[in-house]
């Protein structure tokens, strides 16, 4: 029979993965406790959670929804989940290893937006800003087109208004 400690980290497990499209395993060991828990807080206030648990209760609980990380499962792993913002979580993660002189947390994989990443891309994916900053360039770049567009046109009514009078 299995442990039920096991069973309760398991079952904890599935439910923090019930409509997670987007999460990294991330080797963190040789992190301090106060480095880990501010690694927790800057993951938090990203929209994000880390969780710490075996890597067999971590495979299976992956695996029930059609993931497949063993590869990645090898040694000290942990998940950090990303609910609101990937690309803030997975800048956090960056962040927090470039501040150590160690390089910890270490990415291992990913799965982004439903698809399975390798390394390369959530290091790319942490170059990027935050959704909010993303999405904020993206209406700049739209407005300014916009009242170019405006400017055009405005300009053209102008001119048949003169051929016409």
Do not use: C, W
């Not at 409509?19 to 395993?25: L, N, Q």
């Not at 890597?55 to 990303?82: M, W, Y």
């Not at 209406?139 to 208004?161: P, Q, R, W």
């Amino acid at each position: 029979m299995a442990n039920e400690k096991n069973q309760q980290t398991l079952s904890s497990l599935q439910k923090s993965l019930t409509d997670i499209d987007t999460f990294y395993v991330v080797d963190y060991q040789g992190l301090t406790a106060g480095q880990l828990g501010k690694l927790r807080k800057d993951i938090r206030e990203k929209g994000g959670q880390l969780i710490v648990a075996k890597n067999t209760l971590i495979n299976l609980a992956l695996q029930e929804g059609g993931r497949d990380f063993t590869d990645a499962l090898k040694g000290p792993s942990a998940l950090v989940l990303a609910q609101d913002d990937p690309a803030g979580v997975a800048k956090a993660l960056s962040e927090s290893a470039k501040s150590n002189d160690k390089g910890i947390p270490t990415i291992k994989g990913g799965f982004v937006e439903g698809n399975k990443v390798d390394v390369a891309v959530v290091q790319r994916l942490a170059s990027l800003g935050s959704k909010q900053q993303l999405q904020a360039e993206l209406v700049g770049v739209l407005s300014a087109h916009l009242s170019s567009f405006v400017g055009i046109l405005e300009a053209y009514k102008t001119k048949l208004e003169e051929q016409g009078a």
